[in-house]
């Protein structure tokens, strides 16, 4: 590589700012600059929302680096309000506008490094210019932010994915009392709708408002409140309004310049992140790549893909011959709200029915850690699997404890392309503090193989039309929160009861967690019944604050 | 299968439990028979420390199982105190003594599964059959130490293997005074010695005397103790003593009746766990399999894979058409010592020099989430790979949260055969709670990675003879915490006082964690120095609680 190889890069935050360190790294003596239309380079975006809400105390530590400790740490040439407006490919510079001064030069290069980022989306709604309504991308958002929780009392959070949950919370940490809207019919739409019920619980439980399957009409001022007209005719009134409704690529530069964009305007790369322009390298939420599993098309404006996407992209340019390529990715995704938690990795079954591909699915019930143990929290996983090779595409997982772990090791999973008979035979880290004999992963790959070599088959949504539902827990949890219309035969006594139920008639086995109701199909299918298990119990399918205690075996 | 078929399970605990489990689901006809020589089946072993020292509070969640529930939930007949003594393979029959009435009787069977367990060691150490000398392997075993607890309140516990280091921690948290003791120069002999220094620190920090290096002599009871006398000439005085000193598996039995047994006495078995006899199958800490990297032998006494062993050995028994082999053992393991945890998964960079395997490993420091987010606390992985192909072979964790997940992600990914190559991409959960956008599996991918690379050389143990050290921690860190014969030059102004340097000596970087380090070493090697990095830094290996906090970059 020349001794005066000269790099540029666009967007000094996750992307961009690996790029230029791993390239720093890689080579003492390129010219390195980064611009930045903004005021601050590599902070922290995702602790925003925590600042917001005050449980991160301290905005200093989000400014993770200044112009100044990356000139000393990393010798880079970091320029800050400068905005890149044009790309001269022919000509292999950059025509850089001022945004302090107004000034304009042109900067030459030998390698681009496009990573401008993404920005919130705000849709053309009546009253959106209203100076109270925020989003939250940088540090001067998050300030704008609390100046308003500063100012007022009522907030309004529209949108409940990721970070629309992050500020809910934090906006009620703060003290706020907040209304959350979402125009799906679940929280976090990203994951399938039964994963999702502990987390719009968990927010009810906060006395957090929850409207769901509704949209923005329109924002009306009133002498006392920012009113939010929904769809429905609701009337929300507000202080303030947050919107987290998910991102657009900032990619007009990119557009302008001729370069391969996706249907969404992202910049396509390959997986050394090199787009049609083999001198521009692309990285972050400005991008399209592949997923992981089926090789499609997939954007994902994630901070940990983005961070590995700019080193990827630093080692092609300086040491292609050995550059190793971004795998592809999977969407793993996690998020905490108040004593629960809740993600996914990889393919949901809603993702996978939407692209008609064939889909199996699961859920399990069970702890983080044995139950006998002190602290043991219900945890609920569900596992998703391509059922013609019996290939893990997919999990979700929520529940008070260890929702991260089961995510990260069935993403590892699938990297290494497992299948359920892998998930079987995990051999996990297993102390009573930590784990169980055999982890709700491993229980996860039992269903899932006993599921595909017939020993049980699942019962769907409710209601089950004519069949018999038997309730199999324990009398005294049946009545206390009885389950309508079905018959209570507590598993232990199944056996000796068979007689009271019609064999004629298909049976769907019900218990609180789905694991004794498994036990159940098991006894009645060798008895020649019709009978599918209700999989995942009430706790999966009905009610996730059930207090149904799992039952011992 | 015969409509009679009769399963016989010699040892109803883990794998046999789990086995009798299975095959009931499997086959509601089957006569399934469970003998138990002790008068407990299916408890929780792994509790036993735990309800010792009180964090388990009551006994009964021990008792996960009696013979009266397995009659309800999986009719078994479970005949607890009858203990297997003749194995008549060509009549298929088992001589079963009652130990309470002393009558014995001949059981038949069709499939005999052997989990019979293992038993703790006790060496023929002069004065070892003092009644104050306990082992902890059973619910009886754990009353007599309870009694002990209650008479007493000096402990010594000898190994400081897993379960010597949870007594040790439960024997303290019951208020008693504790040394412990070990043959090895360090505790946990099972990981590389580095990775033990912060359980070692942890102990010493509550209190515990820590006797390394260092082994029984004899015993010898005075009129105010149990003198525990050790190689050394030190004299321990105690009230009692528990032994922690490993197992050796109870396979009399299967001796006696032929079947093939490993050099250290446990049985041979399969992947689908079948002894010599086709009709015998046996699992859990009686058997030795294969391990899953490179298919050695292996025993490995521990909860997880016995149960799933016993699973596989019912599949195999019922339905052999689509039994799934059981993939071999990695020896996953965990223990929390206090505030801190300590584990591993596959092989150990002792192991693999023992072994004379090529070896290459990297020791890593971060925290278990972003280190901007309130809670972070230290983390250090090491990670162990076949320099021949890059596969990852092992790991190892210490720190105050998040050594399981590490673990149990890394034997996912030693089970999926990954590379370090694969570990630089694991896409893993991220939120500021849950982890950091580069997780520090994906750090030791990159120090992996860069060290096959090229990038940079790990400097070894210290001392470093004639090299410079060259100490890049911050000004005030290193003078608070100095380190001998080292010249401070802060990280930052590395490039501007490169004169300081004689380039005609070999260089060692050394920081807090490993990470400035290896920058510095970037730095100088692309100067023409001969440079390496003392990978881990004074945390991985020096201190590990060394107050020097990680400089952010």
Request: aromatic share 6%; proline share 6%.
């Amino acid at each position: 590589m020349s001794q005066a190889m000269k790099l540029l890069v666009i967007g000094g935050v996750a992307a961009g700012a690996s790029c230029a360190a791993r390239a720093r790294r890689l080579c003492e003596t390129a010219e390195i600059t980064v611009l930045e239309r903004g005021p601050d380079v590599s902070f922290a975006n995702c602790g925003l929302p925590y600042h917001v809400g005050g449980e991160i105390p301290t905005r200093d530590v989000l400014a993770v680096q200044t112009p100044t400790t990356l000139k000393g740490l990393l010798n880079l040439d970091v320029r800050t309000r400068c905005e890149a407006v044009r790309i001269d490919r022919a000509g292999k510079r950059v025509e850089v506008k001022n945004l302090v001064d107004g000034s304009s030069e042109w900067l030459s290069y030998d390698k681009l490094m496009l990573s401008p980022g993404a920005s919130p989306i705000r849709p053309p709604i009546p009253g959106i210019d209203d100076q109270r309504i925020f989003t939250l991308r940088s540090l001067e958002d998050m300030d704008r932010v609390i100046a308003a929780t500063e100012a007022g009392m009522r907030a309004v959070a529209i949108g409940a994915g990721f970070i629309g949950l992050e500020m809910a919370e934090q906006l009620h940490h703060k003290g706020l009392s907040v209304e959350l809207v979402e125009l799906q019919k679940q929280v976090l739409p990203q994951l399938d709708k039964k994963m999702t019920m502990l987390l719009e619980s968990e927010l009810r439980h906060h006395e957090i408002g929850v409207t769901l399957g509704d949209g923005i009409e329109c924002f009306v001022p009133t002498p006392d409140a920012l009113e939010c007209h929904l769809k429905s005719g609701k009337v929300l009134k507000a202080d303030f309004v947050v919107l987290s409704m998910g991102v657009k690529p900032d990619t007009q530069i990119a557009r302008d310049a001729g370069l391969t964009l996706g249907p969404r305007g992202h910049v396509v790369v390959d997986h050394f992140q090199r787009t049609s322009d083999p001198d521009i390298y692309a990285a972050g939420d400005a991008v399209e790549t592949e997923e992981l599993v089926y090789g499609e098309r997939m954007a994902l404006p994630m901070g940990g893909p983005a961070n590995r996407q700019g080193r990827v992209a630093a080692d092609h340019m300086l040491r292609s011959g050995t550059a190793q390529p971004y795998p592809g990715s999977l969407g793993t995704a996690i998020v905490r709200v108040f004593d629960v938690a809740a993600g996914l990795t990889g393919w949901t079954e809603k993702r996978m029915r939407d692209a008609n591909k064939p889909c199996a699915s699961v859920i399990v019930n069970d702890h983080q850690h044995a139950t006998y143990f002190p602290g043991a929290k219900p945890l609920t996983l569900k596992l998703v699997w391509d059922p013609r090779d019996g290939r893990v595409v997919g999990a979700q997982a929520t529940g008070g404890e260890g929702v991260d772990k089961r995510l990260d090791v069935i993403a590892a999973c699938i990297q290494g392309k497992a299948t359920i008979d892998d998930l079987c035979h995990l051999e996990l880290a297993y102390a009573p503090p930590f784990g169980s004999a055999k982890d709700i992963i491993n229980l996860a790959g039992f269903a899932a193989t006993n599921m595909r070599d017939g020993l049980f088959e699942q019962a769907g949504e409710l209601p089950f039309g004519d069949a018999q539902i038997v309730d199999v827990r324990p009398k005294p949890v049946a009545d206390a929160f009885p389950l309508t219309g079905s018959i209570n035969i507590p598993f232990p006594t199944l056996r000796a009861n068979l007689d009271k139920l019609d064999r004629s008639k298909p049976v769907i086995t019900v218990c609180a967690f789905g694991k004794m109701s498994y036990f159940a199909a098991r006894v009645l299918a060798q008895n020649g019944f019709q009978v599918k298990s209700f999989s995942g119990g009430i706790k999966g399918n009905i009610d996730p604050r059930s207090p149904a205690k799992l039952p011992t075996a």
